[in-house]
């Protein structure tokens, strides 16, 4: 069993930074794409950024570019979220998740979940 566990959310104020991160357990995880998504209340969850294998290549929500940036550190097993200019309406939970297959946009892509950490933004 896979276990991500997310980490580095808390309360910010509007144009502040974060980092999140999420640890995965097991070997493998360099053999895996690795994605973040949010979940506001209320609403759905949605794709905020995706990274390969080796941090090669790399895919970001397109109301996000230039503002959050994915990397990973496969010797740590290890993936993170830099946020930066950050703004109330980037308030959710954040999860990050192993790739499975699909779409790297939408959740059903993904098979493992972290059960996510928050992110407040304050006016």
């Known amino acids: 069993q896979v276990q991500l566990v997310e980490s580095g959310g808390g309360l910010v104020q509007a144009g502040g930074s974060l980092r999140l991160s999420c640890v995965a357990s097991?070997?493998?995880?360099?053999?895996?794409?690795m994605g973040w998504f949010r979940q506001a209340p209320g609403k759905e969850r949605e794709f905020v950024a995706a990274?390969?294998?080796?941090?090669?290549?790399?895919n970001y929500a397109d109301s996000l570019k230039g503002r959050f940036t994915i990397s990973r550190d496969n010797a740590k097993n290890t993936v993170y979220l830099q946020m930066n200019s950050l703004k109330p309406e980037d308030t959710a939970n954040y999860y990050c998740?192993?790739?499975?297959?699909?779409?790297?946009?939408?959740?059903?892509?993904?098979?493992?979940w972290g059960q996510g950490t928050q992110v407040t933004v304050s006016a």
């Open positions: 990274i390969s294998q080796s941090g090669g290549k790399f």
């Open positions: 998740a192993r790739f499975s297959g699909g779409s790297y946009y939408t959740p059903s892509g993904y098979n493992y």
């Open positions: 097991g070997r493998a995880f360099s053999s895996y794409t």
